[in-house]
């Protein structure tokens, strides 16, 4: 009897990683707040959302990291849990019909378990900055180390971020395109780096003045190899 009562209250949940835009307004919008404008949408959604245990219930969703205020993105990531299996194409219209101004969602797909959610496994981020200045960037490539000061729970600490620079390119019009760690363990914020780059030409860096888009993540597979998460 016990084993028959199991089986039917046995749910079986659906594990969704959606991608989505933030743009306009929104930008402006700090990670919390994301985070209350999500559930909103969901709820008007009506998906099937899963809803954690205990007192204080909360829907069970995720984001890869925060996106620093004033940023625009290409490509977050949010995963979320369902109860019930949902078509993603018909996920992501639900959630645009219903969605607020400056955040458009783009795709999504779905990932087995909580080990393999957007949080864990981001590795490495795009970054576009467009700085409108023509800006030297070839002594970044020449510097065996880059030093700049970063605040840490424990106060400022002098690290060195040159390891943390994949790759950075200089588009046109004064963009630049960065390719660098992320995550919770080694990540570089692109304040960092174009702090070290106006200051090798002279400038003053004005981050007001500076548009920067978060483009895509990326992640390592089972070689260490980086590869795109969505």
Avoid: W
Avoid at 134 to 147: F, N
Avoid at 215 to 227: H, I, M, Q, R, S
């Amino acid at each position: 009897m016990v084993v028959e009562l199991h089986v039917l209250m046995e749910v079986f949940v659906l594990k969704a990683r959606i991608k989505f835009k933030k743009y306009g307004a929104s930008i402006f919008v700090g990670h919390l707040d994301l985070l209350r404008t999500m559930q909103r949408i969901i709820n008007r959604s009506k998906l099937p959302i899963k809803y954690s245990e205990g007192f204080n219930k909360h829907q069970i969703l995720s984001f890869a990291m925060p996106l620093s205020l004033g940023f625009y993105s290409d490509g977050e990531l949010m995963d979320i849990e369902l109860t019930e299996d949902v078509n993603l194409k018909e996920l992501v219209s639900k959630l645009n019909d219903n969605t607020v101004n400056g955040i458009e969602f783009v795709s999504a797909e779905s990932y087995e378990n909580k080990k393999e959610n957007s949080m864990n496994i981001t590795a490495a981020a795009v970054y576009r900055m467009d700085t409108k200045e023509d800006l030297d960037i070839s002594m970044i490539a020449d510097m065996k180390e880059i030093l700049v000061e970063k605040k840490t729970k424990k106060g400022m600490k002098e690290i060195d971020i040159k390891p943390l620079i994949y790759n950075l390119t200089k588009l046109e019009n004064g963009t630049l395109e960065l390719f660098c760690s992320a995550g919770s363990v080694d990540n570089l914020k692109p304040e960092l780096i174009l702090g070290v780059i106006f200051k090798e030409n002279g400038k003053e860096l004005e981050m007001n003045k500076i548009d920067v888009t978060r483009v895509t993540f990326y992640k390592k597979d089972e070689a260490g190899k980086l590869k795109e998460i969505l």
